[in-house]
């Protein structure tokens, strides 16, 4: 049973967790689709992703030819609209995952029993592990002693042992 996702395409590669673009490529498809593909986020080799980018392709753009990305351009309707479009004519639902932080979407979504996911959860950023990592670094900050402290048990050490 392979997955199709539905990637609200602009969604990832403006997110503050996207940073993988290659530098010598100026096309958001190709970066999108190799960032993808390195981090394995598909899972599956079998499953396959239609990546829907709001627009026209630009002139430089730079597709990766791999059958399992399907580069979807929005023309004059929105990202948002094709994207509903093709969950309407989705003929097998279960095995389709929407990726996109837009709440008209998931709402849309989840009404044809479609799975979502955020860009974070696709990306594999685990917010929990983000916490209990902060709260560590925290507690080791607050384990350490500032120039103050420091200098203060330094003075107090120096007229107990240089008497």
């Known amino acids: ?79 948002d609209e094709k994207i509903m479009k093709i969950i309407e004519g989705a003929k097998n639902k279960p095995n389709l995952v929407v990726v996109s932080d837009d709440k008209e979407i998931i709402y849309f979504a989840r009404v044809y029993a479609v799975k979502t996911q955020a860009v974070a959860e696709f990306i594999g950023y685990d917010e929990a592990e983000n916490k209990k990592a902060m709260i560590k670094k925290k507690q080791e900050d607050d384990d350490k002693l500032n120039y103050s402290q420091t200098h203060k048990i330094n003075e107090e050490l120096k007229k107990i042992w240089l008497k």
């Open 1 to 79: 049973m392979s997955l199709l996702f539905v990637i609200d395409a602009y969604n990832i590669t403006n997110h503050r967790l996207f940073n993988q673009r290659p530098a010598r490529s100026k096309s958001p498809c190709f970066g999108l689709t190799q960032f993808i593909k390195t981090n394995r986020l598909l899972g599956s080799a079998k499953n396959k992703a239609i990546l829907v980018f709001d627009g026209f392709p630009l002139k430089d753009d730079r597709q990766d030819q791999d059958s399992q990305f399907e580069v979807v351009y929005s023309g004059e309707s929105s990202a």
